[in-house]
C-alpha cells in the first residue's frame, strides 16, 4: 500500500513516588481551592499525585522509528500496535451552497453512502470531503444537478504534507537553548506541550503549577496549568484546546496564551493578573496522537469497542452532560458525531466534569477553542434557544470579535452556536453555562475553509495573536 508503518513501543512508566513534585506547597498561589466536603476519587490538589517526566528536554528521536506509548491501568489498551497511516491523495474538499433543498438532499445520501464526509457548515454552506473513489460520481452527480461547487482543497494530501515543515536551523538551535521544545512555528507532539506546561511549572514553580485530572482512554495525562498570583479577589477562567483531534490550532494556540502570561506576567496588566488562569491545551490527547502518527483528520477520541462494529470514538463534543442524547449527535458509533453511550461516558469528559464537581473554584469564563470558521458561539447549542443572559454574552462576543479584527484583520461572527450553524446537543458550552458560568463560549478558529482543519503551521502565530487581543477584551470583562 505504500504506507508508513509505525510501531509503538511501551518504553516507560513512571513512578509517582520517584518524582519530586513541582508543587511547592509554601508558595502562596499553589493549592489549587477543592471542596473539602466532596470525595474526591482520583486526584489530590496537592501535587503528591503530579505524575510526570523527569526530563523535560529529552533528546530527540525519529517519530517514524519509536513512538512513546504510555501505560493504563484501566482499561487496557494495546501496549504495541501497528498503525497505518492513511493517505488523503486526491481527496477534494468543496464548499457548496445549501441554500437550495435539493442540494441538501444529495449531500445527505451521499454522506450515508459514505462518498463524502462533512467538515462543517452553517446555515448557507457545507464544505464536504469527497473521497478520491468517489470523486468521478461525486462529480458527475453535481453536474448533473447542476449545483455549483468551490473546490477549496484539490489534493488533501498534498496540503497535508505542505502543513507542517520542519523548523529551520535556527528555530531548532533557539528550540535546544530554551528548556522546552514548543514554538508556535510548527505544530507539535504532546509530549513536546507536555513538556513545555512542566517546563514552566518548575521554572515559575510562585505563579505556575501543572495538576493531572485525569487520565485518557489510553491512558495519557489530562494535564491543566494554572497561572495565578494567588491573590484572594481573584477571578477565574477555565480554557480548554483539543477537544477534537485534528483541529490542531486549537492546542497551537492555547500554549500560546499560556506562554504569553507565564513569560510576561510581572508586566501583565491587572485584567490578566486579577484571574487565576486554568488551561487544558489538550482535551483529546489519544486522539491528537493518532491524527499525528495515522489519520491527520480523525476527530474523536479512541475509545474502542462501540457497537458491533470495528468502530472506535466517540465525539467528545457530544458527551457532555447536558441535555445530552439531543440535536446535532449520533447514537450510532461508527458517525464522527457519535455521542457515547451516556453523558460522560469518555474518560476524557468524564475527568473534566469531576474536576468541575470537586473544585472549590467559582469559574466566571470558560472558553473552549476548536477550528474552523471564524466564529465566537455562545449557548445554548442543544437547540435554537438562549440564556437569560445571551444579551451580555452577545455584547462581550463581539466586543472580542472587534479586537480580533483590529489586531489580525479577521473577520469572527458572533453568535449562539444553534443558531449561527446548526443544533448540536452534548457540547462542552452548554455543560459549563449550566454549571452558571456566564461568559461561555466556543470559538472556531480560523479559517474560513481555503485549508480547513490543515491550516499551514505558518498561520499559528497570527492566529494566534489575535485571539490574544480577543481573550484581553474577555479579561477585561469578567
Ligand atoms: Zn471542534
Redesign the pocket.
Known sequence: MGSLTVTLVFLYAVSAVLCTPFINQLQPGQEWPARSSVKQPYHQFDGTENEHKPEVAEPKTAASEVEKEVISDEPQAPLVETVERIDYSGAQVWKVSTEDVQVQRLIKKLATDKLIASWGGNHSSIDILIKPNALENVTAMFRNGDITYDIMIDDLQQRINEENPPLDENELELQDRRGHRMTWKQYHRLEDIHGFMDYLAKTYPSIISVNTIGKSYEGRELKILRISDGKAGNKAVFIDGG??AR?WISPAVVTYFINQFAENFDVESDDIKNIDWYFLPVVNPDGYEYTHRSDRLWRKNRKYGYGPSTCTGADL?RNFGYRWGGKGSSSYPCSDIYRGSGPFSEPETKAISEFFRNTAVKFSAYLTY??YGQYLLYPWGYDNALPADHKDLDSVGKQMAEAIRKTGGSQYKVGSSSGLLYPAAGGSDDWAKSLGIKYTYTVELSDTGRYGFVLPASYIEPVARENLAGLRVLASQV
Request: charged share 15%; net charge negative; aromatic share 0%.
Open positions: 477537544i477534537h483541529e463534543n476548536h477550528s
